[in-house]
């Protein structure tokens, strides 16, 4: 009789998390950004039909990177939780808070369950308050883990570097366009610290707005108002670079004297 082959525990988990890590960094990365208004999402995805950003309810919102099949049954699922409990109980009583655990629990079932392999997914769970300091940002890896975010998040294959950029440059109160430049200058670096051009045809872009007079607050930025904002991103950073120089030169022209 032959002798099973032993892998101790430790090590089986340890190559699960492995194999959904590396299937996460092969996908292009989201990034979500609290602004002034709300919560933007921005996603480097040329496709118009498979989406990454998505509407789960009234004032929340989900992002995924991975495997399209594989977040988009998790997207679906997470909808008729939300309708379920919304109808069941009342509107109020869905929040992003519950979703993610009802996330949490179906990704760590899966990823513990021998019987198949890990999900090879991120998602980031939003829901936008009355005010900034009521926003909530949830992000979940693979292991079912639920991570509570201020600020800024980034999730895929350039997540830590992305991360790293955002940590340093984001700041409360940003326009909409201010935060969209800023996204989209993080997407923009690739791993050697160069950088690409990215199009508003390439992105993927969609915010929750505590402004919005509708009960739902998810709307998707498309065509010619995201080619506005990118290129209004640009101005503003044109023209902060423009007056800090003049300061500059100001500051050096009083030494000098």
């Known amino acids: 009789m032959t002798t099973p082959f032993y892998v101790s525990p430790q090590q089986a988990m340890a190559d699960r998390a492995e194999y959904a890590r590396k ?46 099949n594989e977040f988009e049954n998790l997207r679906i699922g997470g ?21 993610a655990n009802v996330y949490a629990q179906t990704l760590g079932t899966i990823f513990s369950s021998a019987a198949e392999k890990p999900y090879e997914v991120e998602l980031i769970v939003a829901e936008v ?18 991570v509570d975010e201020h600020g800024s998040v ?35 670096r690739d791993n050697n610290g160069g950088e690409r051009s990215l199009t508003a045809e390439q992105l993927e872009v969609a915010v929750l707005d505590r402004h919005r007079p509708q009960k739902r607050k998810f709307k998707r930025v498309l065509g010619g108002q995201l080619s506005r904002l990118l290129e209004s991103g640009e101005g503003a950073a044109d023209s902060e670079e423009s007056s800090d120089s003049e300061g500059a030169e100001e500051s050096t022209s009083e030494s000098e004297d």
């Open 23 to 68: 299937g996460i960094a092969r996908g292009r990365s989201v990034v979500v950004l609290q602004y002034a208004d709300g919560i933007v999402f921005v996603a480097e995805n040329p496709s118009r039909a498979l989406h990454k950003v998505s509407e789960i309810y009234d004032r929340i919102a989900f992002a995924a990177v991975g495997k399209y």
């Open 79 to 99: 909808v008729r939780y939300a309708d379920l409990r919304g109808y069941t109980y009342d509107r109020e009583d869905v929040t992003a808070r519950g979703l």
């Open 129 to 146: 308050g009355e005010g900034p300091e009521d926003d909530q940002i949830y992000r979940l890896p693979h292991d079912g883990s639920i």
């Open 154 to 188: 980034a999730v895929g294959g350039n997540a830590d570097q992305i991360s790293s950029y955002l940590d340093q440059r984001h700041r409360d109160g940003m326009t909409l366009a201010e935060a969209l430049k800023l996204a989209v200058d993080s997407l923009s």
